[in-house]
């Protein structure tokens, strides 16, 4: 049987570059070889898009960017080659394109609208579900519209004054957050008046657009979710976190945080939250995979947090650990995600 041709995308022009790399390297050196023929398709901070052949663990340390190893390539828009021109240039037709790009200019349905356009199946979220869930005012006015709790806010464009009233409503503390950005880059809690204008300053350096957050007061709890009409679920994580929230640092070091696979909650709370997410994964027209994040408060609300539409992929990734708590290897995911694509 012929291998199937599947283009891993990685690097990216997004803050997010690093964790890209790390993620798309564990995909690769984990595919089936007897299935796949794996076409590496990087994308340069600066954006310059090239064609690696060289050895995974080149991506891994950050060295794939070299003339020896890589040449042109792009994503052709054009149905007839369902593929990417590569060199000078010459046609490879793909099955599917699996975008191992984080956050900006990768999870946000730019890409995802490319690998559409050009008839490309693509493993994971399409174009619209992933610019939904990367927007977090649009994806909880959809999601509340389920009669899914979400909390209370306010967005602020750019240059608008914020309304002072607006802001005594939500009360303090509340979170400060650019509307689309990923791994919590330019997210600040503001505990009181006085940090607000600094915690807008710097939202405003990843987005045009931010929004202001209430705080909900509980623990957060992740959901890995797998497939497309009848999505498999992983055990659910919860986040024990000694500091002010899962920020960047601590999402990739867990200096001050304990990650509990499965979560510390009832069987009972387990079946809502499972119920609530595969509710939530429908409504944003999600599918391949995504993980979906809630709160859950002390008295056993449940409150919407957001969608990741392209987590962290590494098997050491809370993604990878909740389906690894019910038996499903890091290896059965990805064949899992591009058996559903291309046979969609």
């Known amino acids: 049987m012929d291998k199937l041709k599947i283009a891993v995308i990685f690097g990216g022009a997004s803050p997010e570059y690093d964790v890209s790399l790390e993620s798309a390297y564990s995909v690769i050196t984990h595919m089936d070889n007897s299935k796949y023929e794996v076409i590496m398709l990087g994308i340069t901070p600066s954006g310059k898009w090239l064609h690696f052949k060289g050895s995974p663990e080149k991506i891994k340390n950050d060295s794939w ?16 080659t369902q593929g990417i021109l590569s060199g000078t240039y010459s046609e490879v037709k793909l099955d599917a394109a699996m ?3 984080h ?13 559409e356009l050009a008839g490309i199946p693509i493993v994971g979220c399409k174009t619209l579900s992933s610019a939904l869930c990367m927007d977090k005012n649009r994806a909880h006015k959809i999601v509340s519209l389920s009669k899914i709790k ?4 306010i967005v602020v464009g750019i240059g608008s004054r ?9 009360g303090y503390p509340l979170f400060v957050k650019p509307v689309r950005a990923g791994s919590s880059f330019g997210i600040t809690k503001v505990t009181c008046q006085s940090e607000l204008p600094a915690a807008l300053e710097l939202a405003f350096r990843h987005d045009d657009n931010v929004i202001i957050q209430e705080n909900i007061q509980g623990v957060e709890i992740g959901c890995a979710i797998l497939g497309n009409d009848n999505p498999m679920v992983g055990a659910l994580d919860e986040i024990e976190l000694t500091g002010d929230f899962f920020d960047y640092k601590q999402k990739y070091t867990l200096e ?8 510390r909650i009832s069987s009972d709370k387990t079946q809502e939250i499972i119920d609530i997410t595969k509710k ?12 979906v994040d809630m709160f859950l408060t002390p008295s056993g609300e449940i409150y919407f947090n957001e969608v990741n539409t392209i987590p962290g992929f590494t098997p ?8 690894d708590a019910i038996g499903v290897t890091y290896e059965q995911i990805i064949d899992t995600a591009i058996e559903q694509a291309v046979n969609a």
């Open 65 to 80: 960017n070299n003339p020896t190893y890589c040449i042109r390539a792009i994503i052709s828009p054009c149905r007839k």
């Open 256 to 263: 001050a945080t304990e990650i509990h696979v499965p979560a």
């Open 316 to 323: 050491h990734s809370r993604y990878a650990r909740m389906f």
């Open 103 to 115: 956050g900006k200019n990768g999870e946000d349905g730019t890409f995802q609208g490319l690998l």
């Open 280 to 291: 939530i994964y429908s409504a944003l027209d999600c599918s391949g995979f995504a993980r």
């Open 99 to 101: 975008p191992i790009l």
């Open 150 to 153: 979400v909390a209370q806010s």
């Open 162 to 170: 914020v309304d002072a009233t607006e802001i005594d409503k939500l």
